[in-house]
């Protein structure tokens, strides 16, 4: 007899569902003339998810307020205020615990450990000032968070509350939810970058270290981009904290007689929004634009944000030697790199774009003819520019030190019109659904991504169809929407399951 599909909870209990995360779905500019709020849309994948939700369920987000056009909003709107459909509270940190909380915490020192890319034997060094902006910064913020969530909540509820903390800045909620609600909430965060293996977490003093795995064990589930992440998460608990226990289990965790499960829900992409995107007039006038630069040329095609965890030198250096080792591509390849101005106010980062640029420049002063200039570099945030050459690239190039997911190469590989070659780093999330169909390849091997590259440009059409058309297929059949809902079923059903055992053992 075939298995019944599982019942769609979201649809039969409608619960409440409250997100939190450190950016909000919307950004607020304030018109002092008409004393109105103009608003922008994120483009974030929770934003596209919950889109489809809202109409027929009850979705709360709060966020932190970025900016005083936003600090005016919240002012303003105190309580959970409908905004295109979204009830939004914006919470108002102090300036000061914020700054440390996101520019000292969580970016760099959290974002580093978890994509492996601080340089041991220099970098980090915990001072002082880091304590300082652990306690007044990391957890005055994230007490904050969950307070505000706190006091949002109805007193009483006869349906599901679902609280959803997203990502690596919000690592202690959990803990200070409990504490002040206690098990009539499920709690479910979602950490959407790259969980490393235990050696990763040393660099941590053990306070902090164990004070994150206590804050995110008091939730119901942890949801993760892989397996392998949901798996470092079990074994990084069971390593540094006592009486933390997985009795053989590599996707839960018993910690002071509470069982948390760690699962993986990768994330995906809102595929009909996205392929709308690519027919749009705009598209076709920057498809138009970038047909005129290449003419009969070949693309090589990186769209990043500049962020050392996305291995653009490295990308570079191996585009280098693509040229040093195969002469017959000078004149009739291109590299267009479409990079994304992130966090320029941290030294690392603007170091990293001053290297770029530099190395950018010393290919084309090494390989440049007088009608071609092999790198061309565009700095800027156009998500529609970006679609627009994902179109038309022989060779998408997506090879970072570590990614959660890298939604590029999900989006590249459903709109592309070449039947173009997907060229992966085995250390992005994506590799575990598209590694099969693409050409994959260590984010540190140079000389093997040359390789790869040069195995793309000379691919047989066949086979380059035969390789991409899966890519396409595996990306449609789990969009965005999917993602979310399989994360809020599952925490009903594991809760009504829960429930149905503490009522049997109650009659027994």
């Known amino acids: 007899m075939p298995d019944l599909p599982e019942p769609d909870l979201l649809e039969q209990q409608n619960p409440l569902i ?52 936003d600090i005016h909003w919240a002012s303003a709107n105190p309580r959970p205020t409908a905004v295109q459909g979204i009830s939004l509270q914006l919470m108002i940190p102090d300036a000061e615990a914020y700054r440390q909380y996101y520019s000292v ?90 969980w490393p293996g235990i050696d990763a977490w040393q660099i941590l003093p053990a306070q902090m270290r164990d004070a994150l795995l206590r804050g995110l064990l008091a939730a119901d589930r942890v949801g993760f981009q ?23 289990s590599r996707t839960s965790i018993v910690y002071n007689g509470h069982k948390v499960e760690a699962a993986a829900y990768p994330i995906s992409i809102d595929v009909e929004k996205v392929l709308q995107i690519a027919q749009e007039t705009e598209t076709n006038l920057f498809k138009r634009q970038l047909l005129n630069f290449l003419g009969d040329n070949r693309l090589i095609l990186r769209t990043d944000r500049i962020e050392p965890s996305k291995n653009i030198l490295r990308g ?14 000078h004149g009739s390849v291109n590299m267009l790199a479409l990079l994304v101005p992130s966090r320029m106010e941290v030294d690392e980062y603007q170091t990293y774009f001053q290297e770029i640029m530099a190395l950018a420049g010393m290919i084309n002063a090494e390989f440049s003819q007088e009608l071609w200039e092999p790198v061309r570099i565009i700095v800027g945030d156009n998500y529609v520019r970006a679609i627009a050459a994902m179109q038309l690239y022989d060779v998408l190039l997506v090879n970072p030190i570590a990614d959660g997911m890298n939604l590029v190469a999900k989006e590249g590989v459903l709109v592309n019109q070449r039947n173009g070659m997907l060229v ?38 066949a086979e380059r169809e035969t390789r991409a058309a899966p890519l396409r297929e595996i990306v449609r059949a789990a969009d965005v929407r999917h993602w979310f809902s399989a994360q809020v079923n599952d925490a009903l059903r594991a809760s009504s399951t829960q429930a149905k055992q503490a009522a049997t053992s109650e009659t027994s």
């Not at 505000?148 to 903390?165: F, H, Q, V, Y």
């Not at 997203?166 to 965060?189: C, F, K, T």
């Not at 250096?317 to 591509?329: D, G, I, S, T, W």
């Not at 992005?428 to 169909?437: I, P, R, S, T």
Request: proline residues 6%; negative net charge; aromatic residues 12%.
């Open 18 to 69: 409250v997100i939190a995360s450190n950016r909000g779905p919307f950004s607020f500019s304030y018109d002092a003339g008409s004393e109105t709020f103009d608003i922008k849309r994120g483009a974030g994948g929770l934003v596209t998810a919950l889109s489809a939700l809202v109409e027929r369920h009850d979705v709360r987000w709060i966020a932190a307020a970025l900016g005083e056009d």
């Open 105 to 194: 915490i969580a970016n760099p020192l959290l974002w580093f450990i978890q994509h492996q890319l601080w340089d041991a034997p220099r970098t980090p060094s915990i001072m002082q000032e880091t304590w300082q902006a652990w306690q007044a910064g990391y957890v005055q913020v994230n007490q904050q968070f969950a307070s505000t969530i706190a006091e949002s909540l109805p007193a009483e509820s006869d349906r599901p509350i679902l609280i959803l903390p997203q990502d690596y800045h919000l690592y202690l909620v959990p803990h200070y939810l409990r504490e002040a609600l206690g098990d009539r909430v499920i709690i479910q965060p979602f950490v959407h970058i790259p």
């Open 226 to 248: 892989t397996h392998k992440d949901a798996f470092n998460f079990v074994q990084t608990c069971r390593f540094y904290l006592e009486d933390a226990h997985s009795y053989g």
């Open 316 to 329: 570079l250096e191996a585009f280098r030697v693509l040229l040093q080792k195969y002469p017959q591509h």
């Open 424 to 461: 992966l780093s085995e250390n992005a999330g994506a590799f575990y659904e598209l590694g099969e169909h693409a050409l994959t390849v260590s984010p540190y091997d140079v000389y093997g991504t040359a390789e790869a590259l040069n195995t793309a440009l000379t691919m047989p059409s």
